[in-house]
């Protein structure tokens, strides 16, 4: 029903049918809360609910996560509000408004690549604390770090297995003869 990207500076369009609330007695608005509030009505073309905003509009939209809630309100004598749909959604950077040097990588990707470079600065030191007057410093175990490189690895595994539109979980296939 409704998307579950939307890509700022770009054209919004995009058609709700629901026949227990049609365009011509109920109105259908949707809004979304997350780095921003964006409060959108559909426009009413027969039965159909028609959500559409414009190029310049949408590039005003704060890409992150957000929560939606889809609500249906009656135009008749008495006034009803019915929640139709929620969830959430992310609006995805317009990648021509970003400046020259934007860091695109997600979350994962930074905190794998932090981790890395950490182990590979460790491999230089072979103490785990020191203590010098009354100052005292702890690293990180090798093997939390070792563990934490591996969730991560797998997360931006996932996260590229989606991006080309492969289940964003691995599949072990087994066969048995």
């Given at each position: 029903?409704?998307p579950y990207t939307l890509t700022a500076g770009v054209t919004l369009a995009f058609q709700v049918n629901l026949t227990a609330y049609p365009a011509d007695g109920w109105t259908l608005s949707l809004h979304l809360r997350g780095p921003s509030s964006i409060d959108l009505t559909a426009e009413?073309?027969?039965?159909?609910?028609?959500?559409?905003?414009?190029?310049?509009?949408?590039?005003?939209?704060?890409?992150?996560?957000?929560?939606?809630?889809?609500?249906?309100?009656?135009?008749?004598?008495?006034?009803?509000?019915?929640?139709?749909?929620?969830?959430?959604?992310?609006?995805?950077?317009?990648?021509?408004?970003?400046?020259?040097?934007?860091?695109?990588?997600?979350?994962?990707?930074?905190?794998?690549?932090?981790?890395?470079?950490?182990?590979?600065?460790?491999?230089?030191?072979?103490?785990?604390?020191?203590?010098?007057?009354?100052?005292?410093?702890?690293?990180?175990?090798?093997?939390?770090?070792?563990?934490?490189?591996?969730?991560?690895?797998?997360?931006?595994?996932?996260?590229?297995?989606?991006?080309?539109?492969?289940?964003?979980?691995?599949?072990?296939?087994?066969?048995?003869?």
């Open positions: 029903m409704i009413n073309s027969n039965v159909i609910h028609q959500f559409s905003e414009s190029a310049s509009n949408t590039r005003q939209w704060k890409a992150g996560q957000y929560r939606y809630v889809l609500r249906a309100t009656s135009r008749g004598d008495d006034l009803a509000v019915v929640e139709v749909d929620s969830g959430t959604l992310e609006i995805i950077p317009d990648l021509l408004a970003m400046a020259d040097g934007t860091d695109t990588r997600s979350h994962a990707q930074k905190v794998l690549e932090a981790i890395e470079a950490v182990l590979e600065g460790r491999a230089r030191k072979d103490q785990s604390k020191y203590k010098i007057n009354n100052r005292e410093l702890e690293r990180t175990p090798l093997p939390d770090l070792l563990a934490f490189r591996k969730t991560y690895k797998a997360e931006v595994a996932r996260e590229i297995r989606k991006a080309k539109g492969l289940s964003p979980f691995q599949h072990v296939r087994v066969r048995f003869s």
